[in-house]
């Protein structure tokens, strides 16, 4: 087991050591914050108040700001998941490129502790990035007012947080290992930091779009899981706004809050539940893991 923790270790070192690595991972996620102070929030509470028409003076407006401001966070961690894990296992392709997988094939190192270690380093890397940014968007709100969220929540966004690790992580995996050439896994990355923002809602919200691309952004984990952040953590500040209403719409305003900003994802115009999505992404991850053992054996041979 030393050899694997070894290898871990010397791969997570490789992307915590290289700051230029870190910014570009966290590029995307940064672009979402920059939209967002110049007009995504406008935007987005534009959204909501088209929701609320003859509330106005019942719900709060530090509320409203609240769920927003959440809004963001959820979407800058969904970015941040699928850019994070790509980054960090473009360690491979470095180590095609300079020959380094040879060396590491030659050794008594097994090859599934070779390909595990790239895994694990890679989701390890996302895990603290994204928890790291989840623990900061929690503070800056919590000093902004009350998002009304439990410790038990609190905990399950960190859960969330992992298993969106593994999955992304699992599914880009399987495409590096076609790239020969660090030219052409960074030419791929800029196409997946243009589409992630609309694939997982942070820039428009999903439900804006027809019921076929909905579906074809929530095939992949990302979308699912920032579904269920959402869920996870602005259910608080809804339960908040539905109390203040006190029942006069008979709950209509929540229905659509969480309609409009996917609180739920959709398959072929039919929502299904965070149970069936926490599933989804765990199988997902599993068929993924299977599939680069299989990968792996192919494209790796030892010399």
Not at 33 to 40: A, D, G, Q, S, T
Not at 295 to 302: G, I, N
Request: proline share 1%; hydrophobic share 50%; aromatic share 12%.
């Amino acid at each position: 087991m030393k050899d694997f923790m070894g290898f871990t270790r010397r791969n997570l070192l490789i992307y915590f050591k290289d700051k230029l690595a870190i910014l570009f991972s966290l590029l995307t996620s940064i672009i979402v914050f920059v939209l967002y102070l110049l007009f995504l929030k406008g935007t987005f509470a534009d959204a909501l108040t088209g929701t609320m028409r003859g509330l106005e003076n019942i719900i709060a407006a530090k509320d409203i700001d609240m769920f927003v401001n959440g809004i963001l966070l959820t979407g800058i961690l969904g970015s941040a998941m699928i850019t994070i894990p790509y980054t960090c296992l473009q360690t491979i392709i470095k180590d095609r490129e300079a020959g380094v997988d040879n060396d590491i094939c030659a050794t008594p190192l097994k090859r599934w502790k070779i390909i595990l270690s790239y895994f694990t380093a890679s989701s390890l890397s996302s895990f603290i990035m994204t928890s790291a940014i989840l623990t900061v968007g929690l503070t800056v709100l919590s000093f902004m007012g009350d998002l009304h969220i439990s410790f038990a929540s609190v905990l399950a966004a960190y859960g969330l947080m992992l298993l969106g690790s593994l999955s992304s992580t699992a599914l880009f995996m399987i495409i590096l290992l076609f790239f020969r050439s660090s030219a052409s896994s960074t030419a791929f990355f800029g196409i997946i930091s243009a589409a992630s923002g609309f694939v997982i809602g942070a820039y428009i919200p999903l439900s804006q779009f027809s019921e076929g691309v909905q579906s074809v952004c929530n095939l992949f984990p990302a979308s699912h899981i920032t579904s269920l952040i959402r869920t996870v953590v602005l259910s608080g500040i809804v339960e908040k706004i539905d109390s203040s209403i006190g029942g006069l719409d008979n709950g209509l305003f929540v229905s659509s809050v969480k309609d409009t900003f996917n609180f739920n994802a959709r398959f072929f115009g039919s929502g299904i539940s965070n149970a069936v999505s926490v599933l989804y992404v765990g199988l997902f991850a599993v068929v993924c893991i299977a599939a680069i053992m299989i990968v792996y054996s192919k494209t790796y041979k030892r010399r």
